[in-house]
């Protein structure tokens, strides 16, 4: 009797088996045929060529726009990409500590210190970008300081400031 069990049992596995390849290459079936036309269609290759193209580590250089005694001054700084795009490299980089020579050339930066970036999206000439709470009552030249930065770095825009997702009027 209990090895009648074991038969039973042995069975039952086989079938289960013999159905979960069976489902398995009906699912195939249907997906294999239908690869190339997704991948088509969202552009894999395409993506995966830009992304094996770009050198990821390469430093970027932008303007930004700082403030000296009497006037705004911009100022070159150079970050690593890490796969970001120009438009959020240039908040960035723009958004990075004040260095010693810059402190050195008389230049200062109005935006608070631990200002960080959450968002950046430029579509049709409109940019949306969205800073950290530090941002909150800070000096209109701050929000000057990131303007001219952005129309440096990408050419006439209309701007909009978001603070932790909120809109705010500069």
Request: with cysteine; glycine share 6%; proline share 7%.
């Given at each position: 009797m209990a090895e009648e069990k074991e038969r039973g049992r042995i069975r039952y596995t086989r079938v289960f088996a013999l159905a979960l390849a069976v489902y398995t290459a009906a699912l195939?079936?249907?997906?294999?045929?239908?690869?190339?036309?997704?991948?088509?269609?969202?552009?894999?290759?395409?993506?995966?060529?830009?992304?094996?193209?770009?050198?990821?580590?390469?430093?970027?250089?932008f303007t930004v726009v700082l403030s000296s005694s009497s006037s705004f001054t911009e100022t070159e700084r150079t970050i690593e990409?890490?796969?970001?795009?120009?438009?959020?490299?240039?908040?960035?980089?723009?958004?990075?500590?004040i260095r010693?020579?810059?402190?050195?050339?008389?230049?200062?930066?109005?935006?608070?210190?631990?200002t960080e970036l959450i968002g950046i999206a430029e579509k049709e000439g409109f940019v949306f970008i969205d800073l950290s709470s530090e941002m909150r009552g800070a000096d209109r030249?701050?929000?000057?300081?990131?303007?001219?930065?952005?129309?440096?770095?990408?050419?006439?825009?209309?701007?909009?400031?978001?603070i932790e997702g909120r809109p705010v009027s500069v």
């Open positions: 195939l079936a249907i997906a294999i045929p239908r690869i190339p036309g997704v991948m088509e269609k969202y552009r894999i290759s395409e993506h995966a060529a830009m992304y094996l193209a770009k050198d990821h580590a390469d430093p970027a250089s990409r890490q796969g970001r795009d120009d438009l959020h490299l240039a908040a960035e980089a723009l958004l990075m500590p010693s020579e810059e402190l050195q050339e008389g230049l200062v930066s109005y935006i608070p210190e631990g030249r701050a929000f000057e300081q990131i303007e001219r930065t952005l129309r440096v770095n990408e050419g006439p825009c209309e701007i909009h400031f978001l």
